[in-house]
């Protein structure tokens, strides 16, 4: 029991009061924690509740949807189409955006969120999450397809959920990143991370090094000097990790520092990164920027692009934030032609390997 610590409820109504549809947006963000807490229900019984195992369906971004994805899809716009506070809805899992109908069910703001980030997890039990962004709505009307595409400076409030051994609740209302973890037996977030800081320094990284051959040199560059540890010009060692699940990466982050890059490469030369920007880069760039870290995709600012269609993606390289801003140094020295690449000794001019 956590009687007197405080709940989502309260730190919202104390956050958001005065500020523009400040009443509707705790609201809202109650409602979120609420879809978010059935998601964690469904995905804790694993293979039990029948959530385990694919679809034969493909979803937007041409990815094999689980059910899961599809259970957490339906968890999220139920809640919003019943709640009253939004006006649209956009799911990574969706093709389109859709409005709310009713002009009376509609309330002041957009919801985007990725249902089940890191769904390729579930099979294996590894953790997976939950992602959203909040905007304003259009003032009247029913909202378009290009009302969305807002830069990430303008949302409102965004976090994620972490459906790991405890479910965790990490938000943003533009005052800090906080963190809140769920009291299973009495149904509440309590507020157990406030005001989260990611240290500016790490040697820790975040890369699936499976692409390398694909990366771009300052990308190339900065992971070879981190791997190069004491010998190299970092004189330091560094630790590696990718748990394949970007909440789980970002929340890490969070609590100890660290870079997760998720950079530009040529794997497949229609898509210029992995992630999305309105479902993923935007909610975890606000997140990690109110703590204090950096969100870029190495030649921009996350938050200030401009976005230009719904599922678009964007390179994506966030954390600590003298790290990253070490990553956007190297791309624009390789954009200005003054790079110097890292040459391990082992492969230099009298190196073991030479060739
Ligand atoms: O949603 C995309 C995502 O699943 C992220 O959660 C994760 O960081 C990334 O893709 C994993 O990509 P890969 O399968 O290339 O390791
Ligand atoms: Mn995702």
Redesign the pocket.
Known sequence: MHLGRKTLSKFLIENVSGTRDGAALAALLVDVAAAVKAIAALSAKGALGGATGTLDTVNVQGETQKPLDVLSNTAFVNTFEQGGLVAGVAS?EMDEPFPIKAPKKRGPFLAIF?PL????NIDSNVSVGSIFSILHAPEKGEPRTADYLQPGLKQVAAGYALYGPATLMVLTVGKGTHGFTLDREVGNFILTNPNIEIPADTSEFAI?T??ERFWEPPVTRYVSECKAGKTGPRERDFNMR??????A?VHRILMRGGI?M?PRDTKDITKPG???LMY?ANPMGFVVEQAGGRASTGRERILEIVPGEIHQRVPVILGSRNEVDRVVQYHAEYDAGTDKPYESPLFSERGLFRS
Do not use: K, Q, T
């Open positions: 990574e990725d980030d890191g769904s390729s699936n499976s692409n990718w748990i394949a699940s970007m909440v990466e997760f998720y992995r992630l999305r993923e």
